[in-house]
C-alpha cells in the first residue's frame, strides 16, 4: 500500500528557507504513471498546490500563491523535496505531500498525513 | 486560474438526511475534471469523487458527484455521524490545479 510521509522542520524564521522531504513507501517514486506533489493549507482555510514533479525531473508550479517554491527528486532515497525561499508569516501552514497518476493535471489519490510548519518572526 | 466557489459554507442535517453541495467554477471545466475530498479534523484530505462523478476506491455509494461545465454538485445521502467533516472541490482540467474554499458538514 502506497504511503506518504512528510518531515522537516516545524519551526522556520521568517526570511528564511524552508526545506521539506516527503518518504515514499510500498512503491517506487519511479512508477511510470505517478507524479508527486505539494499541497499546503493555512491553519482553518482551504488548500493551495503549491506544485508537482515527475520522477525525471520535470516540475510544474502554481505561480499564483509564490514563485519562490523548488521541488527536486532523490531516486535513490525514493523522496521529494520541497524548498521555499524568504519565507514570511504568510506561510505558515500544514504542507502535505501528495500522489497523482497519470499525469500533474489530476486529482491526488493518496496523501501524506502532513506536516504542521510555522514561520515566526 | 480557475477559481473555484463553493455552497453553502456550512450545512447541518440530520442522520438520514441528504447533504446537497455546490462546487461553481469561473469558467468551464475541461472535460469535467472535477474532484471531491473529504477532510475529517487533523486528518489528510481524502478523494472521494474524481471526474465529477466516479468515485474512488472504497467510498460507499452513499456519496455521489453530477454536473459538467463550470456546476458541479456533491450529493451525500442517508447522512451518519461519520460525514461529518469539511468537502473540497478540485478541478484539474487546467494548470493551476486549485481547490474551492470548502463546505463543512455537521451531523445534528
Known amino acids: 500500500q502506497l504511503q506518504l510521509q512528510e518531515s522537516g522542520p516545524g519551526l522556520v524564521k521568517s526570511s528564511e528557507t524552508l526545506s521539506l522531504t516527503c518518504t515514499v513507501s510500498g512503491g517506487s517514486i519511479t512508477m511510470s504513471s505517478s507524479y508527486w506533489g505539494w499541497i499546503r493549507q493555512p491553519p482553518g482555510k482551504g488548500l493551495e498546490w503549491i506544485g508537482s514533479l515527475y520522477y525525471s525531473g520535470t516540475t510544474y508550479y502554481n505561480p499564483f500563491p509564490t514563485s519562490r517554491a523548488s521541488l527536486s527528486v532523490d531516486r535513490s532515497k525514493n523522496q521529494f523535496s520541497l524548498t521555499l525561499s524568504s519565507v514570511t508569516a504568510a506561510d505558515t501552514a500544514i504542507y502535505y505531500c501528495a500522489r497523482s497518476d497519470l499525469g500533474f493535471l489530476r486529482f491526488f489519490d493518496h496523501w501524506g498525513q502532513g506536516i504542521l510548519v510555522t514561520v515566526s518572526s | 486560474e480557475i477559481v473555484l466557489t463553493q455552497s453553502p459554507g456550512t450545512l447541518s442535517l440530520s442522520p438520514g438526511e441528504s447533504a446537497t453541495l455546490s462546487c461553481r467554477a469561473s469558467?468551464?471545466?475541461?472535460?469535467?475534471?472535477l474532484a471531491w475530498y473529504q477532510q475529517k479534523p487533523g486528518q489528510a484530505p481524502r478523494l472521494l469523487i474524481y471526474g465529477a462523478s466516479s468515485r474512488a476506491t472504497d467510498i460507499p455509494d452513499r456519496f455521489s458527484g453530477s454536473g459538467s461545465g463550470s456546476d458541479f454538485t456533491l450529493t451525500i445521502n442517508r447522512l451518519e455521524p461519520e460525514d461529518s467533516a469539511v468537502y473540497y472541490c478540485q478541478q484539474y482540467g487546467s494548470s493551476p490545479l486549485t481547490f474551492g474554499g470548502g463546505t463543512k458538514v455537521e451531523i445534528k
Open positions: 469558467q468551464s471545466v475541461t472535460s469535467s475534471y
